[in-house]
């Protein structure tokens, strides 16, 4: 018998990361925490925030893709800067907002 797949979305433990700084930053407001230098896109799904924008077309929840920078499904604000969260580090005080397009859009102002 096979042994089970890895999993596809794996975060390290505190443990795991030698020298691992938690840092807290702000998401639409609210407080999360991070580990310094991850990944902003596996900090955000590691707390549960998985749809970053929405389809100004569909209004359809839009999350993480490609991983890697270059579909832009996981653009969010980073401290007033549009980027995409797979291709931003985790910073201690960013503020990040996500579907701030969507919301322009419609007249609402950023968190
Ligand atoms: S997931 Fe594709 S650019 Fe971030």
Redesign the pocket.
Known sequence: MDPAPPPAFTRWSRDARIGARTVSFRVDGRPLEGFEGECL?VALGASGVLALRCSPAAGTPR?????????????VVVDGELV????EPVRAGMDVVTDSLRRRFAGAPDV
């Open positions: 896109v999350g993480a893709f490609c991983l890697m920078g270059v579909c832009q499904e996981c653009v995409p969260a797979c291709a």
